[in-house]
RNA sequence: GCGGGUAUAGCUCAGUUGGCUAGAGCGCAGCUCUGAUAAAGCUGAGGUCCUUGGUUCGAAUCCAAGUACCCGCACCA
């Protein structure tokens, strides 16, 4: 038997998901897959690589639908292609993760992990962070599987290689690092590394430097205390200069004090004491647009101006005024000179600087300039020669020489309050005021940064034009983000890439120093650091080229004869993932091969943040290597919230983990605080949720949209799919007889081929022009409104029929083409779904998989514009009959004698009541349906009538009146007006009145006993009249329907031939019954009608209500034949 | 501050190159169907297509300005 019998109650769809990833890995499918397509045209996908520090989330499972399903397609139509996936391995984000795990709280800890002993440490804390990497691209692998994302995994036996053997490429493997290296080659021999002196942002908590776009990540607005602090001019005793800061651990290290020349300073007298501030900033109204707009911090009052300050201290009174130019040079005594190291070189400059970028919307318009602390401070102290304080360790913690408070941290509240209080005893602190700003975090562990003198080392990005040059060539997918924009603005603005961390587990920076001389060398490739190495090679051959071991390879600095060091910096792990075009496509080990694959053809992430990010680095690197750009076509996608359009958070109870949504089900928090549990959705539905939304919107993932769209589109074509399988088992239908021509087929079958084929155009479009929504959508459309809503629905009979014919045929025909064809169109979104219905409709001449299929092509010969037009004419006159009978509360079961279709002989809706007439006296149950030409005069007549709503407020008791004279006009000729949206005159007693188009409802009204509907242009009324025949008619139907109904209570099956009695006391029912006795037989499969009461075992007995009176139904399986 | 985007029903969103009487789903209200049946369907209410100008025979769509929101960049003492 061909077709297996299928289940429409309670399908478990994740469990029939499992066991098809059984069957393709019973049978091999991925690899005959690959097996066919290996001589075909080639298809390039780059993978970004994903970071294998934690469980996949469900977020990860968009970009992995669009990898899949568009590998998918072009594996279906014969493309050859490599199917690797990439894990992001190296770089801070796995060394939080570890130390976490090992309970670590700092670098001094990681260091010591063995006691005493740094070499043995690094080594042991960089084998857990390659474990830890292991073992979480293990459970991504096992995810992605489920997910059904097909691509060459790695395997049991895999796993026990070298990341370099694997089948998946890591970042972490030693081709990666060394091609890194290669590419930093290229740029030392352009000039463009160097080492960078400067006041960085840093986290103290890693103890790391973070970079330009590290940096972008963090930024979180919290409240800090400001405070406003006078510095005593030296020459000038009683004057003060008024500086603000929302840092005020700053003020330990201050240098100088800036002034813009340009503005005006005023002199304010306050109690004994003269202090200079910006004329503007006395009185600036601070924070005014973000306290307007809320975007503040709870708690935290509004700001005061200056000028309220000084009021609310005792007042104030301005005494003069000076520009800025003039008060260059005056000197100052510093906040903090009284400690040994300020004391010994800032306190000998305390100048006032000029720096024409100070403002006067914010602070005092003096801005106090601590060169160790700041970014800009530092170039404002270069140019100007000043010494530099340094206060912190890389930890955050003063260090000697800061008096109480060396060994207290920097962030530390604490800390804050003894420096306050220490300006305060020392007068010298005017006010503190908590200021809300936006403040970099570290990205990692949301540590706040500090500014902090550092040694790093940097790509000079001078060469950016020619990364613009390449980003031109790029598509930027969904066009509407416009990535291009994006991506070329950051590279207009970006700064140098600061390459360097002083941490422990990525990349080993090829970079060696003679620290006598400060001369550096970068290697670029292993073979080129054996050769150069004078010591330490033996101990390092045969370890990967991370720390510490790549730490112990010495070289000679060929200048001085000096042993050269490698710097102890692991590299940004940007570089590696940046790298990957070039070291997972055999870039160095076969360059033909890897001209073949490089430009990929397609990419997709992601994209908040990859514009810096991933994008950047490639297409950076890309540029430097090849000069050319590494993908054809990015696509970006948005973000995943949860269901309320919230950010997902394990903490909140929000986020969804992946196994919960494909097999275990999940609990979710509202966002009232609710937690209720919810049934797993399984892969498919996840994948098409992803597919069919907007990249460039962030989408809104949970149980109800999982729901609705199983409702909408999962199930019902799962239905349709049941019932064809069902009914095609019980009547033999054998799918490898010979078509029958399509001359043959009725309209509703060449209708809804046609239709297909359109949806198949719609497929190819979208797939390769990157929009799968667009195809979805389509494909939803088609199959609720379409398949199963209407060819179904008008379909059923014909195969419900008994005997065998030329019709049925057709139907069957017709319905497996469709599904045949949709499960192939929809396969490489819904892997798992269209291979179960796959396998139970193909035939033994047809490949074993789906996936093994090839991709429906349009047939041009089956697309009749003609006939679809028709049938959509026909939709809304069904539509039209429907509201018809809503309206007068006429339910469709009962028969009524006519419909008319206003409509000319060239009218569409003359063409489609012609073909389909059959169709509209079938749906909505009419004896009759005839045309009814506009030129015998038309079919409803308008009806013009007040509107009481507008009307009322205007003319209140002259309504009546307004009624009545409007009765009296012509209502075409009103009607026609309002239609123009013309104003309309009415002569209402004696007086003539301008009636707007809204004050009038305009009505359509068909002839007495008849009902009229309008749409447009289209007209339609129904005969409502109900004769003795109809009615009776009607009540039939009712029996047939409350018999079909005692059927199923009775459970029988379908194809079950019933004996039956039906018992009433109402003449009418009686009536009906005798009269109907033959359809009711027919419909319910009644072959043994009985006048009395069954007896015997089987009997199923129900007393229902049709028209108000009871009756009696009994039935039981018949035996006769 | 600079740059970009968006604005369509109560909510979430579709809407091709200008060619509508502007759509869908959810929600709401009222119904209906019934051997695809623990599924489904229909009808209805609900719109200033953000505002104002312009181009055009015709604008949700194109242009300009404004408003609001979002994103990116720069973020300052």
């Known amino acids: 038997m061909p077709f297996e019998k299928v289940l429409t109650q309670q399908v478990d769809f994740p469990a029939l998901e499992r066991a098809i990833l059984e069957l393709w890995q019973r049978n091999g499918t991925f690899e005959k897959l690959r097996q066919k397509n290996r001589n075909g045209p080639r298809w390039s996908f780059l993978d970004g690589p994903i970071t294998a520090n934690n469980p996949m989330g469900v977020h990860h499972a968009w970009g992995r639908t669009y990898k899949d399903a568009f590998q998918r397609y072009h594996a279906m139509n014969g493309r050859h292609l490599r199917y690797q996936n990439g894990f992001d391995c190296q770089g801070l984000w796995v060394e939080v993760e570890v130390e976490r795990e090992l309970k670590l709280r700092s670098k001094r800890d990681i260091e010591n992990l063995v006691p005493g002993d740094t070499f043995q440490s690094i080594d042991r804390f960089v084998h857990y962070c390659k474990e830890r990497v292991d073992k979480y691209a293990r459970v991504q692998t096992e995810q992605s599987i489920r997910l059904g994302y097909w691509m060459d995994w790695d395997r049991e036996e895999d796993w026990r290689k070298p990341p370099d053997q694997r089948r998946s490429y890591f970042t972490m493997s030693e081709e990666n690092n060394y091609t890194i290296w290669a590419f930093l080659k290229k740029c030392h021999q352009r000039g463009l590394i160097y080492r960078g002196y400067d006041a960085m942002p840093w986290c103290p908590r890693c103890s790391v430097g973070l970079s330009q776009m590290e940096m972008a990540e963090g930024y979180q607005l919290v409240a800090h205390r400001a405070v406003f602090v006078r510095l005593p001019l030296r020459d000038r005793p009683g004057e003060n200069l008024l500086v603000w800061t929302t840092t005020p651990w700053t003020l330990t290290s201050n240098v100088a004090a800036a002034v813009n020349p340009g503005l005006t300073y005023l002199k304010v007298r306050h109690k004994e004491e003269i202090y200079y501030l910006a004329k503007g900033a006395f009185t600036a109204q601070r924070l005014e647009e973000q306290w307007k707009k809320k975007e503040w911090v709870a708690g935290v009052p509004k700001l005061s101006t200056l000028e309220q300050h000084f009021k609310s201290k005792g007042g104030y009174e301005i005494v003069g005024s000076v520009r800025g130019a003039d008060m260059i040079g005056w000197s100052y005594e510093g906040p903090f000179d009284e400690l040994p190291e300020p004391s010994k070189s800032a306190r000998t400059v305390h100048r006032v600087i000029a720096w024409k970028d100070v403002g006067e919307t914010e602070g005092t318009g003096i801005v106090h300039i601590a060169p160790g602390c700041g970014k800009e401070d530092f170039q404002l102290g270069k140019e100007e020669g000043l010494p530099p304080v340094a206060p912190l360790d890389e930890y955050g913690v003063f260090l000697p020489g800061f008096g109480e408070l060396a060994g207290r941290s920097a962030l530390d509240h604490t800390t804050t309050d003894w420096i306050l209080d220490n300006l305060q005893q020392k007068g010298l602190l005017l006010a503190v005021e908590k200021y809300p700003h936006s403040y970099p975090h570290c990205w990692r562990c949301k540590t706040e940064l500090l500014f902090r003198l550092v040694e790093e080392w940097f790509i000079d990005m001078s060469w950016r034009d020619e990364i613009k040059r390449v980003v031109e060539q790029v598509t930027f997918l969904p066009e509407s983000i416009n990535g291009k924009a994006r991506e070329l603005d950051w590279l207009t603005n970006m700064g140098d890439w600061m390459i360097s961390k002083k941490r422990f587990w990525g990349l080993a920076l090829p970079i060696w120093v003679d620290e006598q001389t400060g001369d550096f060398e970068v290697i670029g490739s292993r073979a080129e650091l054996k050769e150069r190495a004078v010591e330490g090679w033996d101990k390092f051959e045969g370890h990967t080229p991370h720390r510490p071991w790549i730490d112990l390879v010495k070289i000679r600095n060929p200048k001085t004869g000096n042993r050269m060091s490698r710097i102890p910096d692991v590299g940004n792990p940007w570089l590696d993932a940046g790298i990957v075009p070039f070291s997972t496509m055999y870039y160095n080990r076969d360059r033909a091969e890897w001209a073949k694959w490089f430009p990929a053809d397609f990419i997709t992430e992601s994209f908040p943040g990859q514009f810096r990010n991933w994008f950047y680095a490639i297409l950076a690197m890309s540029t430097m290597m090849e000069n050319r750009p590494p993908m054809k076509v990015l696509l970006g996608h948005g973000l995943v919230r949860d269901q309320w359009d919230r950010p997902m958070h394990k903490s909140a109870g929000n986020a969804i983990p992946f196994e919960g949504a494909a097999d275990e089900g999940y609990t979710l928090t509202d966002p009232k605080g609710k937690t209720e549990r919810y049934p797993p959705m399984g892969a498919d539905v996840i994948r098409w949720m992803f597919a069919r939304h907007n990249p460039a919107h962030n989408l809104d993932f949970g149980p109800a949209p999982a729901e609705e769209l199983r409702a909408k589109f999962t199930l019902k074509l799962w239905n349709v799919y049941a019932f064809f399988c069902n009914y095609a088992r019980l009547d033999g239908f054998d799918p490898s007889v010979l078509p029958l ?289 109809l009615s009776l008619e009607g009540t039939a139907r009712d029996v047939v329907r409350h018999v079909q109904e005692q059927r199923k209570e009775a459970s029988l099956e379908m194809e079950d031939r019933i004996a039956l009695y039906l018992g009433t006391d109402s003449e009418k029912l009686r009536q009906a019954i005798t009269t109907h006795r033959d359809y009711i037989a027919a419909e319910t499969l009644t072959i043994e009608w009985s006048s009395q009461p069954l007896t015997g075992p089987g009997v199923h007995r129900a007393t229902v209500k049709v028209d108000g009176q009871p009756l009696t139904i009994e039935l039981r399986r018949s035996m006769a034949k």
Request: proline share 5%.
């Open 741 to 1029: 021509p399509m001359a043959e087929r009725p309209d509703l079958d060449r209708w809804i081929l046609s239709d297909l084929q359109l949806l198949v155009r719609t497929a190819r479009e979208a797939f390769e022009s990157y929009n799968l929504m667009a195809f979805c959508l389509e494909a939803e459309r088609f199959v609720d409104d379409k398949l199963s809503n209407w060819y179904v629905r008008r379909s059923r009979r014909r195969f419900w029929k008994s005997e065998q014919s030329r019709d049925k045929q057709a139907a069957y025909q017709t319905l497996y083409t469709m599904l045949l064809t949709l499960a192939k169109l929809f396969a490489p979104i819904m892997p798992f779904l269209t291979e179960t219905m796959y396998q139970n409709l193909k035939t033994t001449d047809m490949p074993e998989s789906i996936h093994l299929c090839a991709y429906p092509t349009v047939d041009e010969t089956l697309i009749d514009a003609e006939l679809s037009e028709e049938m959509n004419c026909l939709l809304s006159l069904v539509s039209l009959g429907l509201a018809a009978r809503n309206n007068v509360k006429i339910k469709v079961r009962q028969p009524l004698a006519e419909l008319k279709v206003q409509a000319s002989a060239e009218s569409k809706e003359y063409a489609a009541v012609e073909r389909f007439g059959d169709q509209l006296l079938a749906e909505l149950n009419v004896k009759v349906v005839s045309l009814h030409d506009p030129e015998w005069g038309p079919l409803l007549m308008p009806e013009v009538k007040p509107n009481p709503k507008t009307l009322g407020p205007k003319f209140g008791a002259r309504m009546k009146d307004i009624a009545s004279a409007l009765a009296a006009a012509d209502a075409e000729e009103l009607a026609m007006k309002v239609r123009a949206g013309d104003c309309v005159e009415l002569t209402c007693g004696g007086e003539v009145i301008l009636l707007e188009p809204g004050d009038l409802i305009v009505s359509m009204k068909a002839p007495e006993g008849w009902v009229g509907m309008v749409d447009g242009e289209t007209q339609i009324a129904l005969d409502t009249r109900l004769t003795e025949a």
